[in-house]
């Protein structure tokens, strides 16, 4: 399976916190390696990420870059294939098989606007739907048909707390580390 | 295929705005006929949906209520299948092709802690990933699992808009109506 790397592009104080916090856990949950914000270092947002991993398993990674273009120019020389999501862009039912052959994938979701520069510094410039919708949802999606429903039984390391899926109610186990 | 409605539980002023917003989004653009959402009558996600009703193609509704149990109540009479998505339920990927069948389901989605009796009144509650991440990504892959993809090619009536898919770049075209 690919390697898959997250950047979130322009994240601003306040009104993207909560939605720039639900990408993380998108990208965490749905199998990517880490996420890098572009954007204000929020604080919070480091300390919702290391909780969740000490709880519910560990090994994703948050980091900050002050420019996308630095971090796309510095993944492309790592080898990544560098996805834009966008409603703009090609669908992306056409376009997944040939990107999961990648090795190493950068996925770029935008928040405000994006810079004409994006689509040009990307290598696919992919839409999933061509309606206005989320970039978490594209975010998802993206990672779901990338690793084809394998990333719903993603197994965490070294989580403290597990969920024995129920048909009622909720039941979360203890493990011993 | 299925008609599907869509349940927002708990929606709070300020707080929940955006993610409700992106809610609401991911409703309309895969193939959900109608949003409810409980809790405040958000006058801002009316002008929203109404928008983009006009310039991306009509036929989706929002509607709010006052309260979840009265329309889970009208939903099951009027012969929907109640799906609660939970990180503590049984996993999507082995219920869906059950779900599926349904004529009618209505998706309840949670934003705040969902009280106990939702898990009860619902006839499925089912988990995508047993992690913690997003609303709108657990209705985005719902949706996307019950409808295997199509709503990916979902034609929307009476735009005033609409997108030309690009490799580099964006291509809106002004529709005749």
């Known amino acids: 399976?690919?390697?898959?790397?997250?950047?979130?592009?322009?994240?601003?104080?306040?009104?993207?916190?909560?939605?720039?916090?639900?990408?993380?856990?998108?990208?965490?949950?749905?199998?990517?390696?880490e996420?890098?914000?572009?954007?204000?270092?929020?604080?919070?947002?480091?300390?919702?990420?290391?909780?969740?991993?000490?709880?519910?398993?560990?090994?994703f990674k948050l980091k900050f870059t002050e420019s996308w273009k630095k971090t796309v120019k510095e993944y492309k020389k790592k080898g990544y294939f560098i996805v834009h999501c966008t409603m703009y862009g090609m669908p992306i039912q056409k376009e997944v098989k040939k990107i999961r052959k990648k090795g190493k994938i950068l996925i770029i979701i935008g928040s405000q606007k994006v810079e004409k520069e994006v689509y040009y510094a990307s290598d696919?410039?992919?839409s999933i739907t061509t309606q206005?919708?989320?970039?978490?949802?594209?975010?998802?999606?993206?990672?779901?048909?990338?690793?084809?429903?394998?990333?719903?039984?993603?197994?965490?390391?070294?989580?403290?707390?597990k969920i024995i899926p129920q048909e009622k109610g909720k039941k979360v186990i203890e493990l011993k580390k």
Chains 1, 2 share one sequence.
């Open 35 to 59: 996420i890098i914000v572009e954007g204000f270092e929020d604080e919070a947002l480091k300390l919702t990420i290391s909780k969740m991993n000490e709880s519910w398993g560990s090994g």
């Open 1 to 33: 399976m690919a390697k898959i790397s997250v950047l979130r592009y322009g994240h601003r104080i306040v009104r993207d916190e909560r939605v720039t916090s639900h990408c993380c856990l998108v990208a965490r949950a749905f199998g990517a390696e």
């Open 132 to 161: 206005p919708h989320s970039e978490v949802a594209a975010l998802a999606i993206t990672l779901h048909m990338l690793f084809e429903g394998k990333e719903l039984e993603k197994k965490f390391e070294k989580a403290r707390i």
């Open 124 to 126: 696919a410039n992919i």
